[in-house]
């Protein structure tokens, strides 16, 4: 079995910071993409920030220059640095990562279970 564990959520005021931390544990054979997205009340599920399957990262136009993805291979881990936070920004962060298990010859895709961020004065 993968899980994926998510930690560092909490309420910040407006122009504060967080660092969100995701662990990938169980029958890991490899972690190909791993990273960040987020969903807000009434709202689509959306990037926040990713590591593709070649090692680059992408991230959402609205976090661009105030969010950094980073990565701990070893650890199968990936953190989110986030600065300059918005109300806006406050949604229910959510890890994504495709891992191919030991019993498994694919990847599948794998969810957390969801860390609340909240920006508010």
């Known amino acids: 079995q993968v899980q994926l564990v998510e930690s560092g959520g909490g309420l910040v005021q407006p122009g504060g910071s967080l660092r969100l931390s995701c662990a990938a544990s169980?029958?890991?054979?490899?972690?190909?993409?791993m990273g960040w997205y987020r969903q807000a009340p009434g709202k689509e599920r959306e990037l926040v920030a990713t590591f593709t399957a070649d090692g680059s990262t992408r991230y959402g136009d609205s976090v661009k220059g105030r969010f950094t993805i980073s990565r701990d291979n070893a650890k199968n881990t990936v953190y989110l640095q986030m600065n300059s936070l918005r109300p806006e920004d406050t949604a229910v962060y959510y890890c994504?990562?495709?891992?191919?298990?030991?019993?498994?010859?694919?990847?599948?895709?794998?969810w957390g279970q969801g860390t609340q961020v909240t920006v508010s004065s």
């Open positions: 994504n990562a495709y891992i191919k298990a030991y019993s498994s010859s694919y990847y599948s895709a794998y």
């Open positions: 169980g029958t890991i054979r490899v972690v190909s993409a």
